[in-house]
């Protein structure tokens, strides 16, 4: 397949999902009602699930740029807030991921892009060990490289490194599974078709997992 149409499949898409909290924002986002997870949580407060849901909204509802806004709006009201939480680095750095993805290839993107990944060094800093954490750093790193190679700051050998690391760490998760695997096909590793397997053939908890399954399901059939 032509490396492009890959690019503009998976560039930036990894969206944070471990530890949505037992809220009925958290059941709705769990649920796949993203938009009204997004108006329940702006309801209570809780600006993390609020950026989760409006994220899902722009990503797999195909909510558009009014989404993509609210995601970095709330996340960055997360991060203000709570600085030192990974989640709400995490969060971010998907958010401004998303963002710098709809800007196309102009300086706002790529200061945006620098954003991103600047709050999810910080959330590995802050959570080292959270596979989920590595994976939305690798494939921010793949995406980069994939996009304008040096240019772009993204660094393919660190992609690799993270990617792997986070699959063996987390086997069963499938958010995990999806995301190393994306991050594979975009550096063209030959590993990416066996792990995006594994990873669409887990059994998904709930409406998240199998939204993203049908992405590593969508990246394996432009493998072929």
């Known amino acids: ?45 809780d600006s993390l699930t609020a950026s989760r849901a409006a ?7 195909r909510g558009g740029r009014d989404w993509v806004d609210r995601a970095v709006a709330s996340a960055q009201a997360a991060a203000a807030a709570s600085p030192s939480n990974p989640d709400a680095q995490l969060a971010l750095g998907s958010a401004l991921g998303l963002q710098a993805r709809a800007g196309g290839y102009t300086l706002g993107a790529l200061r945006t892009a620098h954003g991103a990944r600047a709050a999810l060094e910080q959330a590995l800093t802050l959570a080292p060990a ?20 040096i240019f772009s700051g993204g660094n393919a050998g660190q992609a690799r490194t ?27 590793d030959p590993q990416a078709g066996r792990i995006l ?16 399954q049908a992405l590593a399901q969508q990246t394996l059939a432009t493998l072929k």
């Open 55 to 61: 994220a899902a909204v722009a990503e797999y509802r």
């Open 197 to 212: 397997a594994q990873a669409a053939a887990l059994a998904p908890t709930d409406a998240l997992d199998r939204d993203v």
């Open 162 to 188: 993270l990617a792997l690391a986070a699959a063996q760490a987390a086997p069963e998760n499938v958010f995990v599974q999806t995301h190393a695997g994306l991050s594979l096909a975009l550096l063209r």
């Open 130 to 149: 959270r596979a989920d954490v590595k994976v939305v750093l690798a494939e921010w790193h793949a995406g980069a490289w994939a996009k304008a190679g």
């Open 1 to 45: 397949m032509k490396r492009g149409v890959l690019v503009s499949l998976l560039l930036w898409s990894g969206l944070p999902w471990s530890g949505a909290g037992a809220s009925p924002a958290g059941d709705l986002l769990r649920q796949g009602e993203y938009a009204r997870a997004y108006s329940a949580a702006q309801a209570s407060g």
